[in-house]
């Protein structure tokens, strides 16, 4: 494997070129005593939207008097050069969190986190958690989410296959109406095309049929839930199913497709970074997130899907099955610059170079 992965770090210029002052500003956010010493200084690196994840922090520094929580909202890739470059230093982040899992276990195993064993990591399913160094704590599907006032007929269960040919049946519905990630540009996006693509055809079936439609691909979930709720698209496929579930709390027509072959589910991984600058903090709130109450706060106050639901759950109320992707080295075989550029040719091609980008 290379130690330097071109593609990434081409996608992360292309994020943090000339944005690192607006980041510093608008994507930096403080819980907590704001004077707190530096020793009682929790600093997070995370994925999560900081109005997700805020809940979780505003509980855990009420449980610590005089700690401050400082916690940089950063984008996947963003996320993963920023704990690169702190690397040999002591001024990083206590705790980085991040739906890219692919990433995240290249990070482990390229020496930039701490192995780490206790009480709340031992009890993990065995498929969250590799070398004690980078730990699971959610367990979030991936889903396609409709809007239910346009398309009705989406509740009816199907496969991917059937949702693939019905695309196909009614272009003049579709037609510029259903939405994605970018695989190109977004860390969780690419992690679920592969992942798909591992455990069935129907991955290249389906996109076929999006480009048969001239898809739109996004980079950020909400703007993807927002639009299919509002009906400027009809479907979404592929998004994470915890920040439809929050979505859908405040928009009526924004419903789940109810898929029943299979459904990806992806976890949020936690590492503790050699370069912290308090590492028993971060160890701290990894326990934390770990434990019952931190579990608790995560599904009814974040919206996060626990890790309770993983142990004995096999599918879901339509029958689907839920695949857990394992924490594991597989997850960095298509970061290699050349399988990374070759999985991206058969995507587009799939799409027939029809697709549309968006901001």
């Known amino acids: 494997m290379r130690e330097v992965i071109d593609s990434i770090r081409w996608l992360g210029l292309i994020l943090l070129l000339g944005t690192q002052n607006v980041l ?23 994925s999560t939207d ?25 984008d996947s890739i963003e996320l993963y050069e920023l704990v ?69 007929e989406a509740a009816e269960a199907l496969s991917r296959r059937e949702l693939a040919q019905w695309l196909r049946d009614e272009p003049e519905r579709f037609y510029g109406k259903i939405i994605s990630y970018d695989p190109e540009r977004s860390g969780v996006g690419f992690l679920l ?13 389906l996109t076929s049929s999006f480009g048969h439609n001239k898809i739109k691909l996004f980079s950020s979930t909400q ?9 400027r698209s009809l479907i979404a496929h592929n998004v994470l199913g915890s920040y439809a579930k929050r979505t859908m709390t405040s928009q ?8 029943n072959d ?21 160890e701290a709130f990894l326990d934390y997130l770990l434990s019952e109450e931190g579990q608790q706060i995560l599904e009814s106050e974040a919206n996060l899907d ?15 099955l839920l695949q857990p992707v394992h924490l594991a080295t597989e997850l960095m075989v298509y970061l290699d610059q050349a399988k990374r550029r070759q999985f991206l040719k058969r995507w587009n091609h799939a799409l027939s170079n029809a697709a549309t980008a968006e901001p």
């Open 24 to 46: 510093a500003a608008n994507r930096d956010h403080n819980v907590g005593v704001q004077d707190a010493s530096a020793d009682n200084t929790l600093t997070v690196y995370s």
């Open 50 to 74: 900081f109005a997700v994840f805020e809940p979780v922090l505003q509980r855990y520094a009420d449980n610590n008097p005089g700690l401050r929580i400082h916690y940089r909202d950063l």
């Open 84 to 152: 690169r470059s702190d690397h040999g230093t002591s001024k990083g982040a206590d705790l980085v969190l991040s739906a890219a899992m692919d990433l995240q276990i290249k990070l482990a195993n390229d020496g930039y986190s701490r192995r780490y064993q206790s009480a709340m990591t031992v009890q993990l399913p065995r498929w969250a958690s590799w070398r004690n160094e980078a730990f699971g704590v959610t367990f979030e599907a991936a889903v396609t989410v409709y809007n239910s006032r346009l398309l009705p």
């Open 193 to 205: 095309a592969t992942q798909d693509a591992k455990r069935s055809n129907s991955l290249w079936e």
């Open 223 to 231: 703007a993807m839930l927002d639009r299919v709720a509002s009906g």
């Open 252 to 259: 009526a027509d924004l419903a789940i497709m109810p898929i």
């Open 262 to 282: 299979y459904k990806l589910v992806l976890s949020r991984v936690a590492l503790l970074p050699h370069s912290s600058a308090n590492p028993s903090q971060g």
């Open 306 to 320: 626990s890790l309770n639901k993983a142990d004995g759950t096999r599918r879901d109320e339509h029958g689907a």
